[in-house]
């Protein structure tokens, strides 16, 4: 029997030692170092008790014995802090767990005290029922009492948390804690059989070993199947997609509540079968053993799509059916559509946007076989309209812009808002129609009532290059809008290839501009103006830039652009100065009797003061203000008569001659007389001429020397090219001349040399 003990309690230490190693290699965290430290004492307790036997000598039983009840302790505190653990009462009472410790304690030092005193028990050789002889623990007095408290507290302790967790816990769980609870449970009773019995050895110490064992084997490596079943029944039952479970038959078995409700599948089985079967049947799904594809299912009169996976069941190779997993993709998809739209469209006008227009159009122009153009739109008024009217109309007009080019679409045409109020369609070119935009324009200002017309340009590219990038293809239809100075009608402006290079061209007019003036590249080209005698009597002053690669380039080609740019006054600025410096070279010289006359841009009476700038350079130069003749215009006073009639009225009052140029090309110029004193008008014969009725400008020009006449003003007409045209004026009365007939504007040196020695034509 003694041997039988030996024997079990040996290979259950084996065991408990082969568990450590295994132990080792799971995750080192407080409960399993917890786990392991219970196992071992669970060993060293059998070891104890195998020792207590064994020993020959009653002092040994007695010492054996005292460390068995200790370890015992021990092993029970080491168990009630891994239950608590495991049922994740990690806030157990502190204070609670002192109290254990020193029970545990005081309990481990009276079992030690009675190896000298023998106050718990005593101990006795006795000889078991084969023969063999072992010390016997005999005698327990009331003291002992204290240790079988401390420990069954310590058991009734673990017992209550397993039984209250296993039953508060999810009964997928339960099992979980059960399988422990019975372990301790069992053990007790071995215990409290031993005890009470009087069985000759305490077989419940094999028992803890076999619990520790059998607990490592639960906790760590047995899964519950059922648990997992469980488990996995509700993830099914509570899955968001349907499920369901056909025989090897095509009979339908079962299906989950989601199934149930969306399907009505509880009510219509046999629909649902002859559904499979017709599934089945045309997906040819019998000898398939899974399948994926997606299929609308109608349901409540609106149609769902549902992502269909179908998987036969097999078992050791034996069909046992199928299933069918329905996951529905409606509200997806839905979604996705939505954020398609979001992306791809412009949201207050519902047509394509910019980057998918651009996606569009690069994908359609790589397939076409007939010419395709960009069209492009800009309503030039649109901040005036949103600052008058306010944003809302200015959507309104928006919208209807956009609802104008849908109506162009009709399968190969793309129309987009690339931004703000500027729209962008790309379309064949024989589909597109110079009239239906005039018109559209026309009905848009029309339908929204306002006072003011919309002003809307669209310019054209014919897309000769579809690799181009289709950003540089509107931006070339917008090179052409760009052209259109101010014309408040709806106009239709082609992008073509002379249009690209003038647009090259003025970009480095604008960008060469600070480097040309720095190299002294602008010069001063001088136009004599002649008396009715032939004599000279001064010149105009007429810029020209020597380009170093381009060769002379005329003022035309810039003016205009450094008007736009605001570049005109540094040149003005220049060009007046160098005046100054060519009338006092001439005083210096002895002809101070020759004037000067500059132009003065219209732009120049917004960005400078005239005043100071004029007499700054005649005080600067000392030259008399008479030599400085100032050619001012229409534009530059109309809009401000009173304001800019009070600078002229102080520059003429200084001493400088002020000419009216181009008097005749404005439209109130007679008018305009009345409210303004100047010294001279400046006829341009030419620019009368052009309008191609002669009789009737002669007329003009003759009645507007006639007018000067009465109002004491001198009047000098320009752009005289013939003899003819000489003895008309002539007779007319006009005194003074200007014009290629006398003189092209040519070099300051060439005048001084032509005209300052013999001063005549
Ligand atoms: P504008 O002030 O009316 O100058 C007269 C223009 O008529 C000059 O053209 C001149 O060369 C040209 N012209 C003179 N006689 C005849 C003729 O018999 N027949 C024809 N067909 N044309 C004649 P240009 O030099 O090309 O200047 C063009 C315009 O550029 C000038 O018109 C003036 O408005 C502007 N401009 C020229 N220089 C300057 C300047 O320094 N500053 C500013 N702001 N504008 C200038
Ligand atoms: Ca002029
Ligand atoms: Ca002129």
Redesign the pocket.
């Known amino acids: 029997m003694k041997f039988i003990l030996l024997f079990i309690s040996l290979s259950i230490i084996i065991a408990v030692l082969l568990c450590n190693v295994l132990i080792v290699k799971l995750e080192r965290n407080s409960m399993n170092i917890t786990f392991q430290c219970f196992m071992n004492m669970s060993a060293l307790v059998i070891m104890m008790y195998l020792a207590a036997v064994f020993v020959n000598s009653h002092k040994g039983a007695l010492v054996f014995y005292a460390f068995y009840y200790l370890f015992m302790d021990i092993l029970l505190i080491l168990l009630f802090a891994f239950i608590m653990m495991y049922t994740q009462r990690t806030a157990f009472n502190k204070r609670c767990m002192n109290i254990i410790m020193i029970g545990g304690l005081v309990d481990g030092i009276i079992q030690l005290l009675n190896i000298q005193m023998q106050k718990l028990y005593s101990v006795q050789f006795v000889m078991d029922r084969s023969g063999y002889m072992f010390y016997r623990v005999v005698n327990r007095t009331g003291y002992f009492v204290f240790h079988l408290a401390f420990c069954y507290i310590l058991i009734i302790l673990i017992c209550f948390r397993l039984l209250r967790k296993s039953v508060r816990t999810s009964s997928v769980f339960r099992g979980k804690y059960l399988v422990v609870l019975s372990l301790i449970v069992i053990s007790v009773i071995f215990n409290a059989l031993y005890m009470t019995l009087g069985i000759e050895y305490d077989s419940s110490v094999i028992l803890y070993g076999v619990l520790s064992v059998a607990l490592f084997y639960f906790l760590y490596y047995y899964k519950p199947s059922g648990l997992i079943d469980n488990l996995l029944s509700y993830i099914v039952k509570s899955s968001e997609d349907v499920v369901l479970c056909f025989d090897i038959h095509g009979k339908y078995l079962n299906a989950n509540e989601i199934g149930k409700n969306r399907l009505r599948v509880s009510r219509a089985n046999i629909d649902l079968e002859l559904r499979y079967k017709e599934l089945l049947e045309n997906k040819n799904l019998h000898n398939i053993s899974e399948l994926t594809w997606k299929e609308e299912f109608t349901e409540n009169n609106s149609s769902r799509m549902y992502e269909v996976k179908y998987k036969k069941l097999k078992v050791k190779g034996k069909d046992i059916g199928s299933y069918l997993v329905l996951h529905d993709l409606t509200e997806e998809i839905i979604k996705n559509q939505d954020n398609h739209y979001k992306a791809t469209h412009d949201l207050l006008t519902g047509i394509y946007n910019r980057d998918y227009f651009y996606k569009q159009v690069t994908e359609c122009l790589k397939t076409i076989d007939e010419p395709y153009c960009m069209v492009c739109t800009d309503i030039r008024n649109f901040k005036m309209i949103n600052d008058i009217y306010g944003k809302q109309m200015g959507d309104e007009i928006l919208i209807k812009v956009a609802g104008s080019l849908k109506r162009l679409l009709k399968g190969k045409e793309f129309c987009c808002r690339l931004r703000d109020d500027r729209f962008a369609v790309c379309m064949p070119c024989k589909s597109f129609d110079e009239e239906f935009f005039k018109r559209e324009i026309y009905y848009i200002s029309k339908k929204i009532g306002m006072s003011i017309p919309v002003n809307m340009y669209v310019g054209i590219y014919e897309i000769s290059d579809p690799t181009l990038e289709v950003s540089v293809m509107c931006d070339r239809a917008y090179l052409a809008i760009n052209t259109v100075k101010d014309n408040y009608q709806g106009l239709v402006v082609y992008y073509d290839d002379k249009l690209r290079k003038d647009v090259q061209r003025e970009q480095r007019i604008v960008n060469e501009f600070s480097d040309a003036i720095a190299a002294s590249q602008f010069q001063l080209f001088l136009?004599p103006q002649v008396r009715y005698d032939g004599s000279i009597c001064g010149a105009?002053?007429?810029?020209r830039w020597i380009h170093p690669e381009l060769g002379i380039i005329?003022?035309?080609e810039f003016?205009n652009v450094y008007e736009r740019v605001g570049f005109?006054s540094r040149?003005?600025l220049y060009?007046w100065e160098q005046a100054c410096k060519l009338l006092s070279k001439w005083r210096d010289e002895g002809h101070d009797n020759m004037y000067i006359s500059?132009?003065?841009?219209p732009k120049d009476f917004y960005y400078l003061d005239l005043y100071s700038v004029f007499t700054g350079l005649v005080e600067k130069y000392k030259i008399h203000p008479s030599r400085l003749h100032l050619?001012i215009t229409e534009t530059a006073v109309i809009s401000d008569i009173d304001k800019q009639g009070l600078l002229i009225e102080q520059l003429r009052d200084y001493g400088f001659y002020v000419e009216m140029?181009?008097f005749g090309s404005g439209f109130s110029s007679l008018n305009l007389l009345t409210r303004l004193n100047v010294d001279t008008l400046k006829i341009?014969m030419?620019f009368l001429r052009k309008s191609g009725q002669s009789t009737k400008s002669d007329e003009i020009i003759r009645s507007v020397i006639d007018l000067a006449k009465e109002l004491d003003i001198h009047v000098i007409t320009?752009?005289?090219?013939t003899e003819e045209q000489l003895n008309l004026l002539r007779e007319m009365g006009c005194r003074m001349f200007?014009?290629?007939?006398f003189a092209?504007?040519m070099k300051a040196t060439e005048f001084e040399s032509q005209y300052l020695l013999n001063n005549g034509v």
């Open positions: 136009q105009e002053a007429l810029i005329p003022p035309f003016i005109i040149l003005d060009v500059v132009n003065i841009s050619e140029d181009d341009d030419g320009e752009g005289v090219e200007q014009g290629y007939y092209k504007p």
